[in-house]
């Protein structure tokens, strides 16, 4: 309880944020750009991870006990649930399980996808749990949207490994990028291969099934790490452009705007700390959350504490 | 119990077998075609890996639960830790805990090194946990020899996706294998790039150090799938040739001297089964186990088994 703020007992809430790991995180980038005066605790169930290979009942009795720790003891008045695959397979487990208003990743993700196609017909790249569930199809068949999703198992590593490569600024002059992607080291070369073959793979059986996507959904919280590679290797494979909607950024912006409506209505006026207060939590590997967390969050993540949930 | 020596009381021992996940599958296989006649009981910990990349508290946790479940619940009289994590992390906590004669894969990986190497060089690559414990580089020391560590962090998803090419015997014609690399499907290509890019960085240190290797230890139960594509590399990037140990068929050798040993001493004459008798357990994706499994076991797993350690 470092914050003088929390001492004095004025009441600007808590947004919990909570992810399998540290991917979360660039959600909670996100969330910190648009409320930049709030109070966020970050909970990655490092322990556990990764969620995307576990069963369906697992992952519910592990995000639960994730966010009971985010309310109870963090006293988080807003959840929002950055994993995409805690939120396809756990999202109605959560809001059983806690009091608070709980947002997750798919619904956003769907919604900006829908803004954002005119053909209608939208691809989702994902971990295989969240893929399996169909939770993104489902959200887009409910928007009048067709979806098609793959699952892309190699990407979450090749991340955590840093082949991402210089996080060049996405849309650059395509020339240029070429000229850099030839001159990118090997390790570069390769994420942009795995990209490449999975999206080619992806496009194809789109093609198959007679679909004209223009849109694809980043289902992974890894992936805006990935998205200026991302975009390079899109614009190769399919010259007439494909929109990239990431379900982090989509997340955020809506989970801003409930927070504000919400904050409103209980806490007039919000009192805002100077600048967001951050702390973060790990089940697990406090320095690995601490050295990787920073490249997510694009900010130090300060100390990382590791607690228990008994798992 | 399905079994009907089991029902008649004759005293045939089970030996328990345990990994993380089903990378250890490898070691039981080399372990079924030296004791075919055995019982073995197989525990995947699937709801909790990757051990590789959590603390040395969380594994020997976990791997202790695990060991006490074959034990106390399938009546192993003889463990295999057939998980390098666990081994290089646990394997003291797993001895403590349990009253049974415990073997790991390190030692018998090492002592196969040792046995091979003519320099006393010797390279080793495994999960991040793994080199981080150093307890390769540990065991080669009190053997005399030096060692170089590294993790490969990519190699454990490359298997698992399955882009691993066919598994070509081992040393065939370099111009035949050359060929065949260059006709391989863009999936291998990458595999065999990722290879590529870790063991030049390997060899490379080595140099660096003044080392003269000429043994490379396959320090994860994933990797003997790799072992054709890692030799084929291994003749491109090092022409003097450097042999290759897979500590699965090290361990795998050592446990059934031990066993048999411990099992003349015990149990005299050891009643067979007339094939070997695999029942297999996991704590969580039981359908992933059973899928990927039999590319590890090179047999079908047959039906694995659900358990709940409380995790």
Redesign the interface.
Known sequence: MSYPEWKTGMTTPTIGVFDSGFGGLTVLRALVARLPGARFAFLGD?????YG???RR?IARYAVQSAQFLVREQGAEFLVIACNTASALALDAIQDAVPVPVLGVIEPGAEAARAASRTGDVLVIATGATVESHAYAAACRARGLRALEMAC??L???V??G?TGPLVAAGADTEASAAQAASAP??V??TA??I??YLAELISEAAAQGMNPDTLVLGCTHYPLLRPLLERVLACVVPAGIRVIDSAEAAAEAAALLFILQDTKKHSPTVQVPTAQIRCFAT??VE?FERLGSRFLNQPTGKVELIDLG?
Not at 46 to 50: C, G, K, Q
């Open positions: 490092t322990a556990r991870l990764p290979s576990k069963s697992t198992p190699l979450v590593p090749l955590e490994e082949w090997p390790q070369a390769v291969e795995v490449r073959i697990d590997s690995k798992g």
